[in-house]
């Protein structure tokens, strides 16, 4: 027992002086940490110091630094404001001497102005003696005079302005005209009285033909065209001189060839489903006429008419597109001259919608168009603008001349007609041959479409006043010699150049 008592006494004792042990170590590394941190802070305060002190001796120096600059700007400030106030002073004395100078040169002028208007009075008393006339009497005359020949000048103002306006508006018209037509471009194909179809084969043509000729027959009696089967390989002709009728015999030979039964009852068959496309096909062109000139919605059954006009001709230049290539042309001419382009246009692409029904209905084309536009409720503007096209009618307002020029235009076009295309080459050459024919002439050119003659002559065997006599001349000529619609603008040319080479 006393030993068990003396062992747990002894690990008390033991324990304690464990925890006294640790507790002094403990206060000791905490004791010595207080010191490193004391200390750190102490560095860091005594850097920051440092710093503090540094920055301080530098704001010091910049200041100094600041304040000569600004001392030194100040003196050169200071000198140039006495520079520029010694300079204000010399201007201002020497403007004082130049008043001065000019206050003695005006007392100047002013006495000698003086003297000069007592001797002009002298002067006049004088005149007056001699010519015995007073200067009253003389200014009356003098302005008289002077009037007749302002009115002189006037009058000859007046005409050359005349000339110059009328010059100016023709030139004006003709940039219009030239860059309208310019600007709407489009190729012309003469319409033929034959279509040319290609077969697969030449065995074909026995099929068209049929036994003892019945099938042929029967397809002229149902279209109404002449086939004609020759000895060219795999090639048939369509003859006729309406242009409905070939459409309608095309298409119904293709269809009986691409079926290849070909017998009369097919025949009428083929050329009954052709009819009714071409139909279609006839609204679809009127459709897109109106697309194309962009004149707004109308009743489908003008539009039908309007599409008719796709498979007739005139002159061979095809209806439709004349009257498609006349809207394009009009409504450009009218945004030129300010007009009303949508009336303008809409009186273009219907003006020949009387073509389209002429073969069944009496009287011209113009009055039967005027009659349909009125069933159909248009604008009776646009009426105007159509009727007037080869002057029956009035010239009621701006548009209707508008498309009778846009009709000129379309219709005057080299290869717009078939019957003018070779007609219009002819008088180009009849032209420059008539030109040619005169001595001293060097070129001769047709321009304008056949509306000048324009020759260059040789300078040293035609004169400037002989150039004159020349122009006249070749008019009579061409005036008695060439057949041409309108007027011909004969122009010469002589023109002299001075060439020399610098080698």
Known sequence: MVITFQLTTIGILGILVGMGIGYMTRHIIASRRTLQA???????VARAEQRAHELVLRAQQESIVVLEETKRDDQERRLRIAHLEASISAQEREAATAAQEAEILRDALRNERD?????????VSALERVSSISVADARAMLLERVQEQADEDVVMRM?????RSRETLEKKAQHILTSTIQRYAKSHIAELTTTTLQLPSDEVKGKLIGKEGRNIKTFERVAGVDLIVDDTPQTVVISGFDPYRRQVARIALEKLIVDGRINPVRIEESVKLARDEVHEKIKEAGQAAILETGVGMMDPKLVALLGRLALRTSFGQN???????????AGMLAAELGADALVAKRGALLHDIGKAVDHEVPGTHVDIGRKILQKFNIDQKVIHAMESHHEEYPYVTLESRIVQAADAISAARPGARRDTAEAYIKRMED???VAM????????YAVQAGRELRMFVHPREISDSAAVFLARDIAKKVEQEVKYPGEI???????????EYAR
């Open 38 to 44: 004391e200390s750190r802070a102490q560095e860091i």
């Open 115 to 123: 003297a000069l208007a007592q001797e002009r009075r002298t002067y």
């Open 159 to 163: 005409h050359a302005l005349e000339q």
């Open 319 to 329: 209806v439709l597109l004349h009257s498609i290539e006349m809207a394009h042309i």
């Open 431 to 433: 032209l420059e041959r």
């Open 437 to 444: 024919t005169f001595q001293g002439v060097e070129k001769a």
């Open 489 to 499: 603008k004969v122009t010469v040319i002589r023109e002299t150049r001075a060439i």
